[in-house]
């Protein structure tokens, strides 16, 4: 079965949809007053650029089946993943009139991408039992 062959490709890619979705999304009449907590937006972006960053490794070592070093993986991921939180923000800041870009979601999806890359890095540096090469 394909998708067993290419499970972080298709999580990743779902993944990426789901935050493209939810950053363009309206909110509109959904009542989120109710739910006070400080920075939790920024909270909220962290996680989805932390987890983008790891299915983002995971997806290049799943394609290269680890032949790709784990520091150039770790760094393409975030590299990708940090741009993408920043088209994001821009297509929010330019495109919508119901959302705006804000440098600090831009610092708190970057933050994420950097911590998921070095967990990542971390994982696989050789002293877990988790291999980088298959």
Known sequence: MVFKQ???TSGFI???LLITILSLYSFEGFDTQKISIPHLDKLVHFVFYFIAAILGSMLIKER???QFNLLGTVIISMVVVIIYG???EVIQ???TNYRS???YDVLANSLGAFFGGGIIFILF???TPL???D
């Open 86 to 88: 920043i088209v994001i």
């Open 64 to 66: 290269t089946k680890g």
């Open 125 to 127: 540096l050789g002293k």
């Open 6 to 8: 290419y499970v972080f």
């Open 14 to 16: 779902c993944w990426m």
């Open 93 to 95: 800041n330019t495109f």
């Open 131 to 133: 291999k980088w090469k």
């Open 101 to 103: 870009g804000d440098l």
